[in-house]
């Protein structure tokens, strides 16, 4: 049973452009969103976060909207950059354990220069 | 570098066979995470430990088992080894787990031959 889903293994974007990365969930009990990303050979580094009370929240380039009646988050990446390349990993949790993510399988992010 | 430190790196080993993952989590983290990710899956959650104590439980099998020591390093041992448990293994660490923003050590690569 898969509560969170990324349904694009893999997105290109050319360099300056906007990237829009999409994550759907199911389980209701979750309040609590998040964004990683990862680069090879290294471990998932955090990237931005949205609490179930907001539906945007925006970090620099890096902005995170959640629409929970859709159960539907995306994150936008804009201008993105070539050094943006990387997995993307959408991950929820829920109040009873915040540290027990559940995470998507993952997108990969290609930005062409 | 997150902080969190994560050895071996590498490990092959066969069928049957019992191995020890270890790690240090940030200066000041109370939290320990382990997580397991397969080929093309995301990261699944197997258990966290908070100060010594366990404190959440995921799909962890019980073949596996972990512990996390008075000066808060923690070991993740996997025993009874299939092919199947081929994978890298992350560990991360938080302050406190409240708002599920981990940092990530750069994995264990697993390999059961």
């Known amino acids: 049973d898969q509560q969170v889903k990324q349904n694009s293994p893999s997105l290109s974007v050319q360099e300056g452009r906007i990237s829009i990365l999409n994550c759907d969930y199911t389980?209701?009990?979750?309040?609590?969103f998040l964004w990683y990303k990862k680069y090879p050979a290294e471990g998932p580094t955090f990237l931005i976060s949205?609490?179930?009370?907001?539906d945007k929240n925006e970090d620099g380039r890096f902005t995170v909207f959640l629409n929970k009646s859709a159960k539907h988050l995306s994150l936008h990446i804009v201008p993105s950059q070539p050094g943006d390349s990387a997995v993307y990993f959408c991950?929820?949790?829920?109040?009873?354990?915040?540290?027990?993510?559940?995470f998507g399988q993952g997108t990969i992010l290609t930005v062409h220069p | 570098d997150s902080g969190v430190t994560q050895t071996p790196k590498h490990l092959i080993t066969a069928t049957g066979q019992r191995v020890t993952l270890r790690c240090s989590p940030r200066?000041?983290?109370?939290?320990v995470y382990w997580y397991q990710q397969s080929l093309d899956q995301g990261l699944q959650f197997l258990i966290q430990?908070?100060?010594?104590?366990?404190?959440a439980k995921g799909n962890i099998l019980e073949r596996f088992s972990a512990q996390q020591f008075p000066d808060l390093h923690s070991e993740l041992n996997l025993s009874s080894l299939e092919l199947g448990d081929s994978a890298l293994y992350f560990c991360?660490?938080?302050?406190?787990?409240?708002?599920?923003?981990?940092?990530f050590g750069e994995g264990s690569r697993l390999t059961v031959l």
């Open positions: 949205i609490s179930s009370i907001k």
């Open positions: 389980n209701s009990m979750f309040d609590y």
């Open positions: 991360a660490s938080s302050v406190l787990g409240l708002t599920g923003e981990l940092f």
């Open positions: 200066s000041g983290d109370l939290s």
């Open positions: 430990y908070y100060n010594g104590e366990e404190r």
């Open positions: 991950a929820a949790t829920g109040s009873t354990s915040y540290g027990k993510l559940t």
